[in-house]
Structures are given as structure tokens and as C-alpha cells.
């Protein structure tokens, strides 16, 4: 299977030094890789924008004279959801980390100067989530049937966390949407962990520290049994380095402030949903 990569960057010199360095052995993948890339954000759209055209992993620069990366992986979002979106950053401020996890859902924040290793074993996972969809015929579904209900896990402290945000998704319901969602509170991580056992998690919500584990090591670890679950972090201090941990380690789907305004939440949970079914379906049963 051939990986195919962007490489957007308005300075060529990036551009040569991203490409000598994935094209140099160790080879990436089965079949190698093919990569294409543009210094202009709007012509790289362009090309995506065409019938036929297939990006497995997109690599963009964070500032560009045109177009910043954000945007430009949100464009890619809608283009081509299945992309692995790894944003190339030298310096980036905490509005600009929110951004690449909440517009842009980036999968990766790859620092300048990058090392070899980490750049090729970003691009190698990426392969093998490629070849895993491939296997499993990974397509746009629904995510339950109308007899099974979405099953949501709330992991935090109950009276500032999981009860609060308990009844606000229970009084909400996305635009258009008929799924029941079937709410499960935990106030550990060690309970969650073994909650899941029986009933499989489509959303998670992890305060960002919990008595007994981080909530990044919880939605890391959800991530490894449930690769499918969409991870949502809460958290009432948020950082630049926990948003940059959020991305590069356990794969957040998005950082939610406490306290949130119940006003987004809908909008929240319409997007999670959406993202969900275009995972497709996982197994019900707990990776080990």
C-alpha cells in the first residue's frame, strides 16, 4: 500500500528537507511513499479539490503567507476526512494549539527543527491506520442502529464534571439527530477502565486531572483499546502544553473549558457525532 503525502509550506527549503527526509531508508510502508507538495495553500486545495485525488497524510506549515495552517487543515477536514493532519510548527501560542485541536482536529503538532524519527514514525503510524481502514473496509456509517444507543462515558468528579455534564447532554440533542445516548458516569479512571469492558465507549469526556490517573493517560490509553471513541477533554485550566499533549499523545478530538457554556454543547456533540460515524463501526469488545 502506498502512502500518499502533502507537503504544504510556503519555504521550498522546508519542502526539500521534509521530502529528503521521508524518502531516505528506512523506507515508510510497504510500497514506499508518493509525495506531492505546493509553497501555495489555495493551489494544494485546489488539487485536493479534484475528482480522484487522495491524501493519506497531510504536513502543512503553521504560518503561511496565504493561508495559516489551521485553516487550511480545516479545508483539508472537509476535503479529505480520512487524512492524518500533522501541523508544522516553530513557535505556536496557546489560541493557536486550541486552534489546531478544535478547528482544525490536527493529529500531530510536529516541531521545527523536527527530529528524523518522530517526522517518519508520524508518517509510519499513518500508514498503518491506512492499511487497518483498508482491511476493515472503513467507510461512512452510522454509528449505532435505531435499537442500539450511543453510549457516552463522563470520567470526573461528579459534582463539578460528570453530573453537570450528565443533564446538559441529556436536555440536549443535535440538529437532526434521533440517537438515544446512553450516559455512564465515572469518578475514576480505574472504573472507567473497567466500564469498558461491557459497554463500549462512541464518546468520551475526561476531566483533565482525576484522582487516580491524568486524563490524558485515561483518553491515551481509551485510545489504544478503542481507537474509534471519540476523546473529548475537560478541563478548567487549559495550557499550551496540555493542549499540545491533547494532540501529539492521545489523540483529542477536542478541549472543552470548564465551565463550558451549554449553548456549545450541542454544537459539540452534532460535530463528535458526525466525526463518529465517519469512523465507521469498531468492535464492541475492548482491545487488549
Known amino acids: 500500500m502506498v502512502c500518499r503525502v502533502l507537503i504544504v509550506a510556503d519555504d521550498p527549503g522546508v519542502i526539500d528537507a521534509l521530502r529528503r527526509e521521508l524518502l531516505r531508508p528506512p523506507h515508510i510502508g510497504i510500497d514506499g511513499i508518493e509525495i506531492q507538495s505546493f509553497t501555495s495553500p489555495t493551489e494544494a486545495l485546489t488539487h485536493l479539490a479534484r475528482a480522484g ?19 487550511f ?71 449505532v442502529d435505531a435499537h442500539q444507543p450511543l453510549n457516552v462515558l463522563l470520567v470526573g468528579d461528579p459534582a463539578h464534571l460528570s453530573s453537570p455534564l450528565a443533564q446538559a447532554l441529556g436536555a440536549q440533542a443535535p440538529a437532526g439527530k434521533t440517537l438515544a445516548l446512553k450516559i455512564r458516569c465515572a469518578a475514576l479512571a480505574a472504573h472507567a477502565l473497567q466500564s469498558v469492558h461491557e459497554h463500549a465507549p462512541d464518546l468520551v469526556f475526561a476531566n483533565d486531572t ?47 473549558p470548564n465551565p463550558w457554556q451549554d449553548n456549545d454543547l450541542p454544537v ?21
Open 210 to 256: 482525576l484522582i487516580d490517573m491524568e486524563g490524558i493517560e485515561l483518553l491515551l490509553q481509551l485510545r489504544g483499546r478503542f481507537p474509534h471513541a471519540v476523546r473529548i477533554l475537560v478541563s478548567g485550566n487549559v495550557g499550551l502544553n496540555l493542549v499540545a499533549d491533547t494532540i501529539s499523545i492521545a489523540g483529542v478530538y477536542h478541549v472543552l
Open 268 to 288: 459539540l456533540l452534532g460535530e463528535a457525532l458526525r466525526y463518529r460515524a465517519l469512523l465507521g463501526p469498531q468492535s464492541r469488545e475492548a482491545r487488549p
Open 53 to 71: 485525488a487522495v491524501c493519506d497524510v497531510a504536513i502543512v506549515d503553521y504560518r503561511m503567507p496565504a493561508m495559516d495552517g489551521i485553516p
Open 73 to 143: 487543515l480545516a479545508c483539508l477536514r472537509d476535503l479529505q476526512p480520512q487524512a492524518v493532519r500533522i501541523l508544522l510548527t516553530g513557535t505556536i501560542d496557546l489560541e493557536g494549539a486550541l486552534g489546531a485541536i478544535n478547528e482544525a482536529r490536527a493529529d500531530h503538532l510536529l516541531a521545527k527543527p523536527w527530529f528524523e524519527y518522530d517526522l517518519k514514525g508520524r508518517v509510519a503510524l499513518a500508514v498503518h491506520q491506512r492499511q487497518l481502514a483498508a482491511g476493515h473496509g472503513n467507510k461512512p456509517s452510522s454509528v
